[in-house]
T-cell receptor, first 110, second 116 residues
Framework: GQNIDQPTEMTATEGAIVQINCTYQTSGFNGLFWYQQHAGEAPTFLSYNVLDGLEEKGRFSSFLSRSKGYSYLLLKELQMKDSASYLCAVAGDQGGKLIFGQGTELSVKP | DSGVTQTPKHLITATGQRVTLRCSPRSGDLSVYWYQQSLDQGLQFLIQYYNGEERAKGNILERFSAQQFPDLHSELNLSSLELGDSALYFC???????????????FGQGTRLTVV
């Protein structure tokens, strides 16, 4: 089967750093994506990892360990606008199809 | 703006009815995906089309069907609607080829379907 797990919700303080973890078990693997979704809006792409290691993109970084079936999204210098749901998604064994986790609802407080 | 257009934005209909949701992918994208997002569930993959042909199927009910037309726009048809079909329906498109390296999917703004 296919399973993607991430925490349901997290709270962090403005200006701080937060790490959102994701573990996955899928029948195939063609990369892991992180998306940000504000309530009622479309998911927007944040990052893509297909090889082990860290990908950095401004305040956002994403890490992947394929042997452990594990990824995390690191958000630095948190801003209030970062309050959103963060979705971990795996591209499985069929071209382009993404399997999403339930999402982690991040609340950034002053 | 992702470049993916979905219409309508909102739809309210009664149980037992049939509706059609429409999606225009980004220019040049051959792959179109449909996802359902209910309040208590994450994004659930429904179906994928690539250049007019069905490529992958997820947890799509038999009451639901989709197609992709020669101009690459896609339609999702939902019939015999039930209260539980109320959800946000997203369309996404990407450059992803049949079995090649995956690229990011760009999502439309979604159609919010309410079945009453």
């Amino acid at each position: 089967g296919q399973n993607i797990d991430q925490p349901t919700e997290m709270t962090a303080t403005e200006g701080a750093i937060v790490q959102i973890n994701c573990t996955y078990q899928t029948s195939g693997f063609n990369g892991l994506f992180w998306y940000q979704q504000h309530a009622g809006e479309a998911p927007t792409f944040l990052s893509y990892n297909v090889l082990d290691g860290l990908e950095e993109k401004g305040r956002f970084s994403s890490f992947l360990s394929r042997s452990k079936g594990y990824s995390y999204l690191l958000l630095k210098e948190l801003q209030m606008k970062d309050s959103a749901s963060y979705l971990c998604a795996v591209a499985g064994d069929q071209g382009g199809k993404l399997i999403f986790g339930q999402g982690t609802e991040l609340s950034v407080k002053p | 703006d992702s470049g993916v257009t979905q219409t309508p934005k909102h739809l309210i209909t009664a149980t037992g009815q049939r509706v059609t949701l429409r999606c225009s992918p980004r220019s040049g994208d051959l792959s179109v995906y449909w996802y359902q997002q209910s309040l208590d569930q994450g994004l659930q993959f429904l179906i994928q089309y690539y250049n007019g042909e069905e490529r992958a199927k997820g947890n799509i009910l038999e009451r639901f069907s989709a197609q992709q037309f020669p101009d690459l726009h896609s339609e999702l048809n939902l019939s015999s609607l039930e209260l539980g079909d109320s959800a946000l329906y997203f369309c996404a498109s990407s450059h992803a080829r049949e079995r090649a390296v995956n690229t990011e999917a760009f999502f439309g703004q979604g159609t919010r379907l309410t079945v009453v």
